[in-house]
């Protein structure tokens, strides 16, 4: 089993920055099982969705809206994904998620969320 803990997430006035810290623990076993990490976003009456996610080896996907505004990081060694937010705008603001995909069953993990809000 894998445990993601969020941290990170405040009141920022628009324009600002946040950086979100997501930590995995568990077994080595299903430490090492990670393969695929990221952060989802849902705002009220909105469905979640994909920010941006990082697999083991780096590659990157960003959602387009946020493209040139966000960057996705990741330390291997000590389990952690990163999202470093610049230039946040109002619609940004949302409950963040951290998510965790192992290999080779495509199980999914989710941390408890940390709210994000953007002052206009």
């Known amino acids: 089993q894998v445990q993601l803990v969020e941290s990170g997430g405040g009141l920022v006035q628009a324009g600002g920055s946040l950086r979100l810290s997501c930590a995995a623990s568990?077994?080595?076993?299903?430490?090492?099982?990670?393969?695929?990490m990221g952060w989802y976003r849902q705002a009220p009456g909105n469905q979640r969705e994909l920010v941006a996610n990082?697999?083991?080896?780096?590659?990157?996907k960003y959602l387009d809206s946020v493209k040139g505004r966000f960057t996705i990081s990741r330390d291997n060694a000590k389990s952690t994904v990163y999202l470093q937010m610049n230039i946040l705008k109002p619609e940004d603001s949302a409950v963040y998620y951290c998510?965790?995909?192992?290999?080779?069953?495509?199980?999914?993990?989710w941390g408890q969320g940390t709210q994000v809000t953007v002052a206009s």
């Open positions: 998510n965790a995909v192992s290999d080779p069953d495509g199980r999914q993990h």
């Open positions: 568990g077994s080595i076993f299903s430490i090492f099982s990670i393969n695929l």
């Open positions: 990082i697999t083991r080896g780096g590659d990157a």
